[in-house]
């Protein structure tokens, strides 16, 4: 074989070793993602379990979970989220939809490369609820690890995925009224005072007497009392009515232990 013979025949022989090469790097990476897509396939939620882990590390330490709650009260809807700057926001929107996506001018406008541009939506309908709708985005929304292709009705609890982002969602439609506290109870609310107000409140120049009649005479109580110093020191806490209610307990307990 003369030189010139073997100056061609390295390069060539080069060349088929690198295709060779190239044909089992694929061969290589066709059976991971086959394995991967069997894994996917029968253990979906991993996917999520990882993708949660992935927020985490994005997040803030003083945000450690993400969401988005719809909220009802009669006619006025609006959603509190946290998904904005990693603050949590209240946002009304007039139409009732919450647009999501990477450009500033969604509603919800996040920073995140696996986004697109207008990536999905939150819709309430009128005595229906919140519906998830996708626009057609790169990399999908999940519901619960499921692909959404159509508006679908969100629950309460439901995970949602858009790109690399898992978040919770939670729907609150009722709001209650509960009873007023307790007026004992109130009382241990009362913020603790310091050594040099007890000094002052124990003073001479300080000391009152409150006088109530009983039928056997004059009942005294001294000013000197945890109760009543509270109530002159600490008035802004409580109404009128909530002072007066707590004085008329006061003396009464005074009066059933001296009489």
Request: charged share 20%; glycine share 6%; with cysteine.
């Given at each position: 074989?003369?030189?010139?013979s073997?100056s061609?025949?390295?390069?060539?022989k080069?060349?088929?070793?690198?295709?060779?090469l190239?044909?089992?790097?694929?061969?290589?990476?066709l059976?991971?993602?086959?394995?991967?897509l069997?894994?996917?396939?029968?253990h979906?939620n991993?996917l999520?379990d990882?993708?949660?882990l992935?927020?985490?590390?994005?997040?803030?330490?003083?945000?450690?979970?993400?969401?988005v709650?719809?909220?009802?009260?009669?006619?006025?809807?609006?959603?509190?989220t946290?998904?904005?700057?990693?603050k949590?926001q209240?946002?009304?929107?007039?139409?009732g939809?919450?647009?999501?996506?990477?450009d500033?001018s969604n509603?919800?406008?996040?920073?995140?490369?696996?986004?697109?541009?207008?990536?999905?939506?939150?819709q309430?309908?009128?005595n229906?609820?919140?519906?998830?709708i996708?626009?057609?985005?790169?990399?999908?929304?999940f519901?619960?690890?499921?692909?959404v292709?159509q508006?679908?009705k969100?629950?309460d609890?439901?995970?949602?995925?858009l790109?690399?982002?898992?978040?919770?969602?939670?729907?609150?439609?009722?709001?209650?009224?509960?009873?007023?506290?307790a007026?004992e109870?109130?009382?241990?609310?009362?913020?603790?005072?310091?050594e040099?107000?007890?000094n002052?409140?124990?003073?001479?120049?300080?000391?009152?007497?409150?006088?109530?009649?009983?039928?056997?005479?004059t009942?005294q109580?001294?000013?000197?009392?945890?109760?009543?110093d509270?109530?002159?020191?600490?008035?802004?806490?409580?109404?009128?009515?909530e002072?007066?209610?707590?004085l008329?307990?006061?003396?009464?307990k005074?009066?059933?232990?001296?009489?």
């Amino acid at each position: 074989m003369t030189e010139i013979s073997k100056s061609h025949f390295l390069p060539i022989k080069g060349l088929s070793m690198q295709a060779e090469l190239q044909e089992k790097e694929l061969e290589r990476r066709l059976s991971l993602f086959q394995v991967f897509l069997k894994l996917y396939e029968q253990h979906r939620n991993v996917l999520d379990d990882f993708l949660q882990l992935e927020n985490l590390a994005q997040t803030s330490s003083a945000v450690n979970k993400i969401y988005v709650q719809g909220v009802v009260e009669g006619s006025t809807v609006y959603i509190i989220t946290n998904l904005c700057d990693q603050k949590t926001q209240a946002l009304q929107q007039p139409q009732g939809i919450w647009t999501i996506g990477k450009d500033e001018s969604n509603g919800i406008s996040i920073a995140d490369p696996y986004l697109s541009h207008r990536h999905a939506a939150i819709q309430y309908i009128d005595n229906q609820g919140f519906y998830l709708i996708d626009f057609n985005s790169a990399n999908g929304s999940f519901i619960n690890g499921e692909p959404v292709y159509q508006p679908t009705k969100l629950n309460d609890g439901d995970r949602i995925r858009l790109g690399m982002i898992t978040f919770d969602f939670f729907v609150n439609q009722t709001r209650s009224t509960l009873p007023t506290v307790a007026v004992e109870l109130l009382m241990q609310l009362v913020p603790a005072r310091n050594e040099n107000s007890l000094n002052l409140l124990n003073s001479s120049s300080y000391q009152k007497n409150y006088k109530i009649q009983s039928l056997n005479g004059t009942l005294q109580i001294t000013k000197g009392s945890y109760l009543i110093d509270d109530l002159k020191y600490e008035q802004s806490h409580f109404t009128e009515e909530e002072k007066s209610e707590i004085l008329d307990r006061f003396f009464s307990k005074h009066k059933s232990d001296i009489l």
